[in-house]
């Protein structure tokens, strides 16, 4: 090959501005939000709802309070445990290339479906014990399936929130997916 | 050069505040995607690009009052970059040791059917000057990005007959290179 050609060739592809398309740029930067989001979400929750049952705890150092505190810093530290490992690598790219953001974009994907999945449990098993302390506190002498069924707008209300809440996490596994199989599509082009 | 004009002009007199952005401004959106490809030749993730990229601008930004126009707006910006360029890796030189100064993805086979095969092969070569020692892959990038010897020397502080040896060199390990991962 001719030196000047084999220069202007290594020149024209250098660059070029193909090396990763802006539409993955501009995906990966969303997710970077996306989790700068969510981690500010976390930790305002950790504060409010796990500050809020310790403050609880200390004004009223009751058994029920205690439980309800070391109960929600468990469901705390299980979700901090399960995002800081799911969020594992998430933040940036290994590499300035294609591959390395499709690569990145297939892993949050992933991470994704897998938090919907680990969201609906946390979340049952939230609701689980909510209802028991509130029945406990509030109706220990009615009985348990008639107190869970229509017992009051409150409890009408926890079912209705379940029910669009879990509605919510199959239409997001539903878009992961989606979205999961075009970047696998993306790869196989 | 239009820039290189406005650099001369400024020889004459101190530049005001609103001057400096607007000259800030021109000189970075001129030379930015190459300044940016710079940055990224030699650093291995996004955000060390990203914090490079910054640092570079503030050293532009600081060092453009005392710009006297003795040589080329273009070759000015270059030579803060690489300067700073070095100053990143020196200070960081644990973590890119540590990596072996190369990008540690997997190196995606080419595919002659592939949407990406274009895009892979400048993948190839940007992960093939990466690989390159320090002192070869200044020079490379430099010509890459369509500096002559002047400008190059200039840049690095070095001979133009430096440059040429160094270039010479620079290429026959980059084609050493592009051929071993063919």
Redesign the interface.
Known sequence: MNWDT??DQ??G?????????ADLRRR?ARQARFLRIMLAGDILVTVVIGGGTLLLAARQPRPEMLVLAAATWLFVAIAWAFRLTVNRGL??????????YV?LLVRHARAKIAATVFGACLFAAEIAFCLVWIYRETSPGRPLARWLLFSSPFIDLVWVGSALFLGFLIWYRRRQRAELIWLLQF?Q? | METDAAFADMKLAPLDRATLEHEFDRLLAENGPGVARLAASFTNTASDRDDLLQEIAMAVWRALPGFRGDCSARTFLYRIAHNRAIAFLARHRGRFAAAGGEIDAPDPAPDPESGLARAQSAERLRRAVHRLPMLYRQVITLTLEGLGYSEIAEVLGISETNVGARLSRARQLLRESLENRK
Do not use: G, K
């Open positions: 084999e220069l290594w020149r592809a250098w660059q070029s501005e193909s090396a990763v398309p990966v933040w940036t790219t290994p590499a300035l290339d294609t591959a390395a690569d790869l082009e």
